[in-house]
Every structure is written in C-alpha cells, then in structure tokens.
T-cell receptor, first 111, second 114 residues
Framework: QKEVEQNSGPLSVPEGAIASLNCTYS??????FFWYRQYSGKSPELIMS????GDKEDGRFTAQLNKASQYVSLLIRDSQPSDSATYLC???????????FGAGTILRVKS | DGGITQSPKYLFRKEGQNVTLSCEQN?????MYWYRQDPGQGLRLIYY???????QKGDIAEGYSVSREKKESFPLTVTSAQKNPTAFYLC?????????????FGEGSWLTVV
C-alpha cells in the first residue's frame, strides 16, 4: 500500500463545473496536508495547506480533511481550462520527518 | 525577488560522469531539500538539510551526494554510481523541517543521460 494514494486520472470536467480531487493516506498520525498544482514540465506550486478536520476555503479552492477516514480532498469550483494540470497531494509524516507525495491526479478542463 | 534558483535548467550527462546541480535560495529558510520526479510518479526525497553543515539521506540517496556549506546553497551531485539518473530534479526549501512547515520549490532541472 502506498503511503499517499491518488487516482491518476485523467479527470475530465467541463468548464464551469466543480472538479473533485481525492487523496487517501496511510499514516494515521499525520498532521499536515498540502495540495500542489503542477503544470506539464514545471515545478509544483502550493495551492493550499490544511491541518484541522473540516473545510478550508481559498477563492475557488476548498480543501477538505477527514482524519478519521484518512482522507483529504480538493474541490475546484467554476473550473477553468487554466486549471488543467496535475494535482499532487502531500502528507507530512512525523515519523522520519518527511513530506510524502502522491503520484498526482491529472485534471483536464474542457472549454 | 525572493525565491529558489536552480541551474542549469537542462543538463546532459555522459555515462560515467558526475554532474552537479545548483540550488540557491534567498528566502532565509533553514531547511532545504532535493527531490526527484520520474514520469507518472510522485516526488521522491533524495536528501534534505535542516541546518548548515548537516544533511540527512532521504528515500533514494544512493548515487547522489550533497553539501550544505552555506545557508543559501544546497548543491546536488549526481555521481556515476546513479545508474538511472534521467529525471526531473527539484530543489525546495522551508523555514524549518517539521509539522506545519510549507515546502516551496524551485523551477527544476532536467537531467538526461546521453
């Protein structure tokens, strides 16, 4: 079992729709969770971080965390073609003091 | 502008050669990292450093070496012992290593073996 799992996609949504990206993790003691966006050939850029159970909103982005289910998600409202990218989920594992990345989900927003 | 600068952006290595990737940051961050990314895979940690003159192996350190002589600089050497070095290499930094510390990335370096 991978430490951080994401569906590789591609996830295709029409422009203006809500894109829902999901991530599960195996270390129950994890405390910090991050979503990065990576355009093809570019480096990852931070979208959001979340540390507490519940929702955290920032503009069109909402991160959701459920530690009991070991599940973190990212919702993108009013999806735009410019949102087309790979979205990486990252979980900080205290054992080993390490940020562990999932393989990413490819999102395609069709205009 | 504050940020993390990696060079070169593209590098070609012949079999048996060592090559060094440069990473400089002016964010005043104590922690620096090197990750490797292969197509369709997540980022894998090569080495990290929490403070000057100290560094720790990550998950895939074999065939790589680093130094941290200055707070701002964390160069990565890909040695000839690394049998499959073709990949996208990412340098990153954070204020500290630990819970709640966000990692920021440089623009990356593409290394190809020819």
């Amino acid at each position: 079992q991978k430490e951080v799992e994401q569906n590789s996609g591609p996830l295709s949504v029409p422009e203006g729709a809500i894109a829902s990206l999901n991530c599960t993790y195996s270390d129950r003691g994890s405390q910090s969770f991050f979503w990065y966006r990576q355009y093809s050939g570019k480096s990852p850029e931070l979208i959001m971080s979340i540390y507490s159970n519940g929702d955290k909103e920032d503009g069109r982005f909402t991160a959701q965390l459920n530690k009991a289910s070991q599940y973190v998600s990212l919702l993108i409202r009013d999806s735009q073609p410019s949102d087309s990218a790979t979205y990486l989920c990252a979980v900080f594992r205290e054992y080993g003091n390490k940020l562990v990345f999932g393989a990413g989900t490819i999102l395609r927003v069709k205009s | 502008d504050g940020g993390i600068t990696q060079s070169p952006k593209y590098l070609f290595r012949k079999e048996g050669q060592n090559v060094t990737l440069s990473c400089e940051q002016n964010l005043n961050h104590d922690a620096m990292y090197w990750y490797r990314q292969d197509p369709g895979q997540g980022l894998r940690l090569i080495y990290y450093s929490q403070i000057v003159n100290d560094f720790q192996k990550g998950d895939i350190a074999e065939g790589y070496s680093v130094s941290r002589e200055k707070k701002e600089s964390f160069p990565l050497t890909v040695t000839s012992a690394q049998k499959n070095p073709t990949a996208f290499y990412l340098c990153a930094s954070s204020i500290l290593v630990g819970v709640g510390n966000t990692i920021y990335f440089g623009e990356g370096s593409w290394l190809t073996v020819v």
